[in-house]
């Protein structure tokens, strides 16, 4: 049963330090998302990647987040520094690119205190 | 402003009934799908229709899509308590690529 995983999935820390998020896509997958959601927000994109390069970045604040994809089997969301309205669930999700529907990961449940 | 937005904002219903959730968008599509989400979880896929398509079904699933309004409706039929979840359309514009732009989504809950 393939699924998409991501770790952890809870993290609590203090505004100021580093975050690292990390997903595993469902293997034979080519593009990999990042989400965020949060009750005021809903849910939005952060950055995708098709065959682990970045096509689309536009909605992550580029100051203090980056996303890199250092293989096909691992994507990698941080936040450096964190602060508190950083707060929220992180998805990844991947697929098979364009037209095709989308597979998610439990979620990262990120607080910053 | 979202691309695709549900309406009711929340529904409850008894088993056994019918619940019916709207999504309205503003771009041309390539296609709309619809996700569930339980509490705490993450999203899951339902259905995808392609713009096309007018009508697809999948079990107690029933997706509508009229282009010309620029609207979808999910249908579940036969509710059951395990149906609770939160539901989305997402919409993949023309001009988008891969990207899906999701909606508020629609709090569905079903009483036993």
């Known amino acids: 049963d393939a699924r998409v995983t991501q770790t952890p999935r809870d993290k609590v820390t203090e505004m100021g330090q580093e975050v690292t998020m990390r997903c595993q896509p469902i293997l034979g997958h080519n593009t990999v998302f990042w989400y965020r959601q949060t009750m005021m927000q809903g849910l939005e994109l952060l950055a995708y990647f098709r065959n682990r390069a970045p096509l689309d970045d536009s909605g992550m604040p580029k100051d203090r987040f980056s996303a890199e994809m250092p293989d096909a089997t691992l994507a990698t969301l941080k936040i450096q520094p964190s602060e508190p309205r950083d707060s929220a669930v992180y998805f990844c999700a991947s697929g098979l690119g364009h037209s095709y529907e989308q597979y998610f990961g439990p979620g990262t449940r990120l607080t910053v205190t | 402003s979202q691309q695709g937005e549900e309406d009711p904002q929340a529904l409850s219903i008894q088993e056994g009934e019918n619940a019916t959730m709207n999504c309205s968008y503003k771009?041309?599509?390539?296609?709309l799908q619809w996700y569930r989400q339980n509490s705490g979880r993450g999203l899951v896929h339902l259905i995808l229709?392609?713009?096309?398509?007018r009508e697809k079904h999948s079990g107690r699933l029933r997706v509508t899509l009229d282009t010309s309004k620029k609207s979808s409706s999910l249908l579940i039929t036969a509710s059951r308590a395990a149906d609770t979840a939160s539901y989305f359309c997402?919409?993949?514009?023309?001009?988008?690529?891969?990207?899906?732009?999701f909606g508020e989504g629609t709090q569905l809950t079903v009483n036993p």
């Open positions: 771009t041309s599509i390539n296609n």
């Open positions: 997402a919409t993949d514009a023309e001009t988008s690529g891969s990207r899906l732009t």
């Open positions: 229709i392609r713009s096309n398509e």
